[in-house]
């Protein structure tokens, strides 16, 4: 069976990305399935793409393999694209998604659901040591409604409505999400991309 290295501290990621793999050909393993000794990498860049390159490529190097990496977050028109890059400590460093909901929620309070519009976005970066990183990108668009709903997922998905549902991304099977979602869809394009290449890909 094949093995990919992600590079995420990120349950919720985590459970997305093999809910997208075919789980009988792919085993994902994380960060959080290795000794601690891998040095923790620092989200400096100012996009997406910078940060889920700084994470596959420092990982890459430290663990000499090929690693894909997830740079992802929220961003809300009403809000000038707030929380953007900043979307896991957007209510402080500690990363709490409680709490995160809870500030967007209160900064789009009385705000009419036409004004409401949202998208998620994904950078995923593929490095393998002494090669050029690729990049792909996804998004997934929708609305922010005013109460959480739903258990799945993470973050922001119990007030993420995506275009064209009555449900919120926390009310989807992970099947589901993997299909319609910002990170389904930049997994897709590199998957396609390696095909094309005829890379060693990963499915
Ligand atoms: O409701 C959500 N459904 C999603 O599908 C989703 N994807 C991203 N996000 C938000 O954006 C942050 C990523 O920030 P991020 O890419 O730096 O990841 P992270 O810090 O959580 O983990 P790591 O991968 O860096 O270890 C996350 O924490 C979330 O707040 C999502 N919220
Ligand atoms: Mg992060």
């Not at 069976?1 to 995420?8: N, R, V």
């Not at 036409?114 to 998004?139: M, Q, W």
Request: aromatic fraction near 8%.
């Amino acid at each position: 069976m094949k093995k990919i290295l992600i590079a995420t501290k990120n349950k919720g990621k985590v459970d997305d990305f093999r809910a997208i793999f075919d789980q009988d050909r792919v085993e994902i393993i994380s960060l959080l399935d290795l000794d601690s000794s891998i040095e923790d990498i620092e989200e400096t860049g100012e996009t997406f793409s910078e940060n889920a390159i700084l994470k596959a490529e420092g990982i890459a190097e430290q663990m000499n393999l090929p690693v894909l990496a997830d740079d992802s977050g929220l961003s809300i028109d009403y809000l000038d694209g707030r929380p953007g890059v900043y979307s896991a400590r957007y209510a402080g460093s500690d990363k709490d998604d409680q709490r995160n909901i809870e500030k967007v929620l209160s900064e789009l309070e009385g705000v009419p659901l036409e004004k409401r519009g949202a998208s998620f976005i994904c950078a995923l970066a593929f490095a393998v040591p002494g090669k050029e990183t690729i990049v792909k990108y996804g998004k997934c668009s929708g609305v922010i409604v005013e109460e959480p709903i739903g258990e799945n997922g993470f973050g922001y998905d119990p007030i993420f409505m995506p275009d064209g549902y009555n449900l919120t991304m926390a009310q989807l099977s992970p099947e589901e999400k993997g299909r319609i979602s910002h990170r389904g869809k930049a997994l897709k394009e590199m998957a396609a991309w390696l095909e094309l290449e005829g890379k060693e890909g990963f499915d």
